[in-house]
C-alpha cells in the first residue's frame, strides 16, 4: 500500500481545472480515470448517482471483485497461453461488439452526440482489429528459433511470446469505447487478464462497457471499474504487469509516476499540436474536404486531427475558398442545427474553446465559420488566420486545440513549415498534401512524429496492420496489430542444450586454453 500522503489524487469530472493541465492544455482522460491534481471536487451523496458509477468503499486495498493477484494466477499457472483460450477470449469479444452494436451507437450520442456514421467508426476499427489478430494470431505465438554461435553448439535457440499477467487498460472520454476495447483485443490476444477503467467523462458508454464485459467475461478474466478519479488513485495503487494509458501529457506522466513505484511497464498514447502543410501543387478542393473532415469529425475530439495549419502563399486563399464551399457541402450551410457534427464532450471543454473562438473574434482573425451554440455545446469548424512572426504568442498556438478550430499560418515553402514543427514538441501525426517523391522524402527525412500521412488525414490511425503510437512528448509504446500483441507479450530467450558432448574450454583450469578460446569467440 502506498502511504496516505503519497497516494495521486484524481480529481472528478467538475473541477473545473482538471478539464485542463497547468497550462491549459486539454486532457481527454482529465477529470476521470487519470486526472491528477490538488483535490477531487465535492461529490453528490451516493443515493443521487447510478449503480454503477457509484464509488463503493471496499475494505481493503482494492476495489476489484476478484484481486490482482487473483487474476493473475491463472496467468502464472499457464491456463491461458493456449491459442484455444485466447481465441475463444476473441470470440467473447466479437460476440460482445455484434450483439450490442445499437447500445453502443446509442451510448457514445448520449455521451458526445456522435452522428451514427461516426460512432460506427468506433465499432468498424474494433471489428477489423479483431479479425486481424483471429487472422494472424497462430503465426505470431510461434517460436522464432535464432542460430547460435560456435561456441554455443550443439543446441537450440529460440524466443517465445508469453504473456504479462494481469494489466489496466485506461480509456478516454473522445473515443470512449473504441480506445477501451481495442487495446483489449491486443492485451487477450496474448494472454492477459485485464482491468478496464473506462471514462467516467462518458458515463453511457462506461455503464454500457461495465454490463457487457460483465455479460461476456467471467471476473477472473476480465473486470471493469467504473467511478471517479479517487476510484482510478486507488487502482494505481494495484501491482500491474503493464499499464495502457490514452490521455493527455500531464496526466500520462502521473500514470507513469505511479507505475514506477512498482516497475510496471507502460504504454502511454498521448497527443500534441499535430501539423498540416498544403504545397501549392496540391489538389485544392479534395484537400480543403480532407482536412475539414479531419478537424470536424468528433467536433475536433481527436489525438490525430489536423491541429494547425502551414500554408504556402501561391494557395492560400484557394484553399480558404475551397473550404467555404466544402463547409457549406457538409452541413448545408448550417453545421449548428445539423446532426451530422458531433458536440463538446462538456461545458469546461465547451468554455475553453469558447475562449479562444472569443479571443480570436476580438483580434479579427476569424477567416471561415466562428458560430457556437451553448445550448447543445456545438461549435462550427472555423478557421482562424494566426500571424506567422507571433505564432509563439498566439493562443490557439500554445496548446492542444483539441476542438473544431483551424489556425492557418502562412509559410514561405516546404523547409519554413518544418522549421516549424521541429521548433516544437514531436507531434503524434503529421501531414503533407502536394510535393512529389523528393519532398515526401525530405519531410520524412528531417522531421519525427508519430505517424505520418500525405494528401489525407487520421486514417494512418484506423489501419490494424499499421503500428500506431507516439514519439517523446505524443507517446511512447506501440500498438495495433501485431505490435499491439508484442506490447502485451514478454519475448521469453531459451536455450535448449544437449548432454553430450561436453566441450571442457569454458571450465577451469584455464592454463592453454586461450588460443581455442580467441578462435572460437574471433
Known amino acids: 500500500m502506498t502511504p496516505p500522503s503519497r497516494r495521486p489524487v484524481l480529481p472528478t469530472s467538475e473541477a473545473g481545472d482538471a478539464m485542463e493541465g497547468k497550462s491549459g492544455r486539454p486532457d481527454p482522460t482529465a477529470g476521470d480515470s487519470a486526472s491528477f491534481g490538488k483535490k477531487p471536487a465535492p461529490q453528490p451523496p451516493d443515493s443521487m448517482r447510478s449503480e454503477s458509477t457509484r464509488s463503493h468503499p471496499v475494505p481493503g486495498a482494492t476495489l476489484l471483485a476478484i484481486t490482482v493477484a487473483a487474476m493473475r494466477e491463472p496467468v502464472n499457472l499457464g491456463h491461458t497461453r493456449s491459442l484455444s483460450w485466447r481465441i475463444e477470449q476473441l470470440k467473447r469479444l466479437e460476440t460482445l461488439v455484434q450483439d450490442h452494436s445499437e447500445e453502443v451507437l446509442a451510448a457514445l450520442a448520449a455521451d458526445l452526440g456522435k452522428p451514427e456514421v461516426e460512432a460506427s467508426f468506433e465499432l468498424v476499427a474494433i471489428r477489423e482489429e479483431l479479425a486481424h489478430t483471429r487472422r494472424h494470431l497462430r503465426r505470431w505465438l510461434r517460436p522464432r528459433t535464432t542460430p547460435l554461435p560456435l561456441w554455443a553448439l550443439p543446441g537450440t535457440a529460440w524466443v517465445q511470446q508469453e504473456p504479462l499477467g494481469c494489466v489496466l487498460i485506461i480509456g478516454p472520454w473522445n473515443y470512449p469505447f473504441q480506445l477501451v476495447i481495442q487495446p483489449l483485443v491486443s492485451a487477450l490476444a496474448a494472454g492477459n487478464t485485464a482491468i478496464l477503467k473506462p471514462s467516467e467523462l462518458a458515463p453511457h458508454t462506461a455503464e454500457l462497457i461495465a454490463r457487457l464485459v460483465a455479460r461476456h467475461f467471467p471476473r477472473e478474466v476480465v473486470q471493469v471499474v467504473v467511478g471517479d478519479g479517487a476510484v482510478a488513485a486507488r487502482l494505481l495503487e494495484e501491482t500491474f504487469d503493464h499499464i495502457f494509458f490514452t490521455g ?11 507505475a514506477a513505484r512498482h516497475l510496471t511497464p507502460v504504454t502511454l498514447e498521448l497527443g500534441g499540436k499535430s501539423p498540416a502543410i498544403v ?4 489538389d485544392v478542393s479534395l484537400t480543403a474536404r480532407r482536412l475539414l473532415w479531419g478537424k470536424a469529425i468528433n467536433a475536433g475530439q481527436t489525438c490525430v486531427a489536423p491541429d494547425h495549419l502551414y500554408v504556402v502563399p501561391r494557395i492560400r486563399e484557394a484553399l480558404i475558398q475551397s473550404f467555404a464551399e466544402e463547409l ?8 449548428l442545427g445539423q446532426g451530422d457534427l458531433a458536440r463538446i464532450i462538456n461545458q469546461p471543454q465547451f468554455d475553453r474553446l469558447e475562449r479562444l473562438l472569443h479571443g480570436a473574434r476580438q483580434r479579427g482573425q476569424i477567416m471561415l465559420g466562428g458560430r457556437s451554440d451553448p445550448s447543445s455545446r456545438r461549435i462550427e469548424p472555423t478557421l482562424v488566420a494566426v500571424d506567422a512572426d507571433k505564432a509563439g504568442l498566439d493562443p490557439l498556438m500554445q496548446e492542444e486545440l483539441f476542438g473544431p478550430l483551424l489556425p492557418v499560418i502562412e509559410v514561405a515553402d516546404l523547409e ?15 501531414y503533407l498534401f ?5 519532398e515526401r522524402q525530405h519531410l520524412l527525412n528531417t522531421t519525427s512524429s508519430g505517424g505520418v500521412a500525405f494528401n489525407d488525414v487520421i486514417l494512418q490511425a484506423g489501419i490494424s496492420s499499421l503500428t500506431f ?3 517523446g512528448e505524443s507517446g511512447m509504446g506501440q500498438y495495433h496489430g501485431e505490435e499491439g500483441f508484442r506490447t502485451f507479450s514478454h519475448q521469453r530467450a531459451v536455450v535448449r542444450r544437449r548432454f553430450w558432448p561436453e566441450p571442457s574450454f569454458r571450465f577451469p583450469p584455464y592454463a592453454g586454453k586461450m588460443k581455442l578460446i580467441k ?3 574471433g
Open 248 to 258: 493527455g501529457g500531464r496526466v500520462g506522466r502521473l500514470v507513469m509516476a505511479a
Open 279 to 282: 504545397l501549392e501543387d496540391a
Open 328 to 335: 457549406g457541402r457538409f452541413y448545408n450551410d448550417n453545421p
Open 416 to 430: 519554413g513549415a518544418l522549421c516549424r514543427v521541429r521548433a516544437g514538441e514531436k507531434p503524434l501525426a503529421l
Open 434 to 438: 502536394g510535393g512529389g517523391a523528393q
Open 469 to 471: 503510437g507516439g514519439v
Open 519 to 521: 578462435r572460437l569467440l
